[in-house]
């Protein structure tokens, strides 16, 4: 096998352990021993594809802003109506989050802007293809006579993902509590409150 598959081999099994493991203990108690023996990869070998436990997570936190990204492109290029594609989003979104909530959180927290590095240089322009791709979106919207034509696309963007990316973590956090309080179940209040988001755009 040539070197630069053999490398992004154990670079993807590296991952997929990490992953697992990220999920199941969470960050900190997650230890790079850990990880390398769910990877069945000896320590100096893992080093050699990532020098930290920080470094495996960063990775990761970059592969599902990819993921994302591809979500906004298809609310911002798909076909059907703004609304559909709006509610496409939301529940895509959503569904990332049932599979992975540990990175999922993990994406909506702080990350370094330490641009000189490799990794966060990638997430940034992750991240601002995503805010790209999202007023590609709004635009859509507006020109589709849903979205008023005063709205600030920009500060916009950072609403409707800190919204959407809010509502989704209230869902799964709180689930217990609005099945006892307003005998609502998770899908019915995602639902509610991604109208009500989309109402306050129009």
Not at 21 to 48: H, M, N, P, Q, R
Not at 96 to 121: A, C, N, W
């Amino acid at each position: 096998m040539p070197k630069k598959k053999w490398v992004e081999l154990h670079t993807e099994v590296v991952m997929m352990a990490a992953e697992k493991l990220f999920e199941k203990k969470g960050y900190d108690a997650t230890s790079v021993d850990d990880i390398a023996y769910e990877s069945s990869i000896c320590k100096s070998t893992l080093y050699v594809y990532f020098d930290s436990k920080e470094k495996i997570w960063d990775t990761l936190m970059c592969r599902y802003m990819e993921y994302l990204l591809a979500d906004a492109r298809k609310a911002a290029d798909g076909e059907g109506s703004f609304e559909d594609r709006y509610y496409t989003l939301c529940f895509d979104i959503a569904s990332k989050f049932e599979e992975h909530p540990v990175i999922y959180r993990g994406t909506l927290g702080k990350i370094s802007m330490d641009l000189e590095q490799e990794i966060y240089k990638k997430i940034y322009e992750v991240g601002e293809a995503t805010n790209e791709a999202i007023a590609d979106f709004i635009k859509s919207g507006i020109k589709e006579g849903v979205v008023r034509k005063d709205i600030d696309i920009y500060p916009a963007v950072i609403m409707m993902w800190s919204s959407i990316s809010g509502i989704i973590l209230m869902a799964n956090d709180k689930e217990e509590y609005l099945k006892m309080r307003f005998n609502m179940s998770k899908e019915d209040y995602l639902k509610k409150a991604f109208k009500m988001l989309l109402e306050g755009v129009k």
